[in-house]
């Protein structure tokens, strides 16, 4: 099956692709420019600006199924303007969605954002985002999931493992959901599902409550070092933890985020005992498993 991947050569939209190639799908990459290290080998690419109709048509002709991933958003550096951003993320969705039914794509998967909401013009696009698919799944009958990714925005190694306890999420554990979404609609599985792809840590709730006194001796139960570690590197544990009910996507996807602050531990752990300077790695990368 051909899959159409728009935002394709963005951090998230190539490690998608990866994945893709790995489970056997034939990939059309879709974005206003390659990705910076070149077209993915064993890809095809396609220039398309979401705020152009007929580039989108003629990047969903042809395919079996839709990843649609491409948007601007708030953090993006250099900064893009509100308009750029309602442009892109709504119109070129509408756009997106049109296109689908002229050529009956009956499999969709949407990229939603932990930003859902109205307290940006960012936050509002994936409001609306969610509304245009529940709309196509309404009208046409097509199986969509939307995905609502935390960040993953790259960063340093350090600075992610701490983020993982608040609003961050392995990029690995994006493209894997992503791609079991994606098998997910294609079998029809799902009518419209929405879910979070964020990390899970496997906390009691005793500790997601009071981390910041009861998170190292748990931390030290679960990696023997971990009171050492954090200490060394001055790692910030926040009072409270982040984390979410994934069972109904394990359930409906079959997926579970595999890198939580666990394995950011013990991937830590094995770095310093190897004498490596962590304070120059940079993050996304897939963590041992």
């Known amino acids: 099956m051909k899959i159409l991947v728009t935002g394709a050569s963005g951090n998230g939209g190539q490690a998608i692709c990866h994945k893709l190639l790995e489970a056997g799908f034939s990939v ?14 064993s890809t ?6 979401m705020r152009s109709p007929g ?6 002709n042809g395919v079996d199924a839709v990843i649609h991933l491409a948007a601007w958003h708030s953090a993006h ?9 309602f442009a892109v993320n709504v119109d070129g969705t509408f756009h997106m969605f049109e296109a689908c039914r002229k050529f009956g794509i009956q ?6 954002s932990m930003a859902y909401g109205h307290g940006s013009v960012y936050g509002v696009t994936k409001v609306i985002g969610e509304d245009l698919s529940r709309a196509y799944h309404e009208m046409t009958g097509a199986s969509i999931a939307n995905l609502r990714y935390h960040e993953f925005i790259p960063r340093p190694y350090l600075e992610f493992g701490a983020r993982l306890l608040r ?27 929405t879910t979070i792809v964020h ?81 120059s790695l940079w993050v996304p990368s897939e963590l041992p498993e």
Request: charged content about 25%; some cysteine.
């Open 28 to 41: 059309r990459m879709a974005d206003v420019m390659p990705p910076a290290g070149g077209v993915i080998p």
């Open 44 to 49: 095809e690419f396609m220039r398309c600006d």
């Open 55 to 60: 580039d989108i048509q003629n990047a969903v």
């Open 77 to 85: 550096q250099p900064p893009v303007s509100d308009e750029t951003i």
């Open 107 to 112: 499999a969709i998967v949407y990229a939603s």
């Open 167 to 193: 609003n961050g999420v392995d990029r690995s554990d994006v493209a894997l959901a992503t791609v079991a979404a994606l098998q997910a609609v294609i079998e029809r599985k799902i009518g419209l599902f």
């Open 199 to 279: 990390t899970h840590h496997g906390m009691p709730e005793a500790v997601i409550a009071n981390f910041k006194e009861l998170g190292p001796d748990w931390c030290e139960l679960m990696v023997p070092g971990s009171r050492e570690l954090i200490s060394k590197y001055q790692i910030e544990l926040p009072h409270t933890v982040e984390q979410h009910d994934l069972s109904e996507a394990e359930r409906l996807l079959g997926w579970k985020p595999r890198v939580g602050f666990v394995e950011f531990l013990r991937d830590l752990k094995i770095r310093d005992e190897q004498g490596e300077d962590v304070h």
